[in-house]
């Protein structure tokens, strides 16, 4: 069993920035690929972004592109969500999620473990 514990959540004015982090309970970290999403009141969740056990390989979301970057330290069980140019339309709860395997994925049901979520909300 993987726990994952994000943070780093809060409440932004619109075009700043926040990073989000979440760290999971496992001594083989480097054997997952792991994905952000995020679920706003009344929508469904969403993918934003993944990474591959290395590093090497990531994938985003058409509408966080350019905005947000996804990146890891395996040394320190972490993965990192930084959100730059955040809108209102970025608020949401957010969700780390594990899949073991090396390979990435936007597929929610194809993730193993989540988080419990961090909010994040967007002023105007």
């Known amino acids: 069993q993987v726990q994952l514990v994000e943070s780093g959540g809060g409440l932004v004015q619109a075009g700043g920035s926040l990073r989000l982090s979440c760290t999971a309970s496992?001594?083989?970290?480097?054997?997952?690929?792991m994905g952000w999403f995020r679920q706003a009141p009344g929508k469904e969740r969403e993918f934003l972004a993944t990474?591959?056990?290395?590093?090497?390989?990531?994938a985003y979301e058409d509408s966080v592109k350019g905005r947000f970057t996804i990146s890891r330290d395996n040394a320190k069980n972490t993965v990192y969500l930084q959100m730059n140019s955040l809108n209102v339309e970025d608020t949401a709860v957010y969700y780390c999620?594990?899949?073991?395997?090396?390979?990435?994925?936007?597929?929610?049901?194809?993730?193993?473990?989540w988080g419990q979520g961090t909010q994040v909300t967007v002023s105007s």
């Open positions: 999620a594990a899949k073991y395997t090396m390979s990435v994925s936007t597929t929610s049901y194809e993730y193993d473990y």
């Open positions: 496992t001594g083989t970290f480097s054997r997952y690929a």
């Open positions: 990474i591959s056990w290395s590093g090497r390989s990531t």
